[in-house]
Nanobody, 115 residues
Framework: QVQLVESGGGLVQPGGSLRLSCAAS????????MPWYRQAPGKEREFVAR???????NYADSVKGRFTISRDNAKNTMFLQMSSLKPEDTAVYYC?????????WGQGTQVTVSS
């Protein structure tokens, strides 16, 4: 059974940093594109960042320059380093694994940015 488990969320003050992790019980983890999404209360889920199987990355404009996505294929883990956090970054963050017809989601981790 495939599992994606996010961790690292929490409460942080504006301007602070957090590092999210997504551990995947996936065989052939390296072939999957791994995006992060987030969903704020009352809003639709939105794309945050993505890292491809070859290490290419892209980001939503709202997080560009503040967030960095990375992966460690040896540990079947993906990361999202978040810096200069803003209250509008408050959301549940979900990791996703995609390859052709396969599409898996984690359960989410809450990030709250507040003073």
């Amino acid at each position: 059974q495939v599992q994606l488990v996010e961790s690292g969320g929490g409460l942080v003050q504006p301007g602070g940093s957090l590092r999210l992790s997504c551990a995947a019980s996936l065989s052939s983890f390296s072939i999957y594109a791994m995006p992060w999404y987030r969903q704020a209360p009352g809003k639709e889920r939105e794309f945050v960042a993505r890292i491809t199987s070859t290490g290419g990355t892209n980001y939503a404009d709202s997080v560009k320059g503040r967030f960095t996505i990375s992966r460690d294929n040896a540990k079947n883990t993906m990361f999202l380093q978040m810096s200069s956090l803003k209250p509008e970054d408050t959301a549940v963050y979900y990791c996703n694994a995609m390859h052709i017809v396969f599409n898996y989601w984690g359960q989410g981790t809450q990030v709250t940015v507040s003073s």
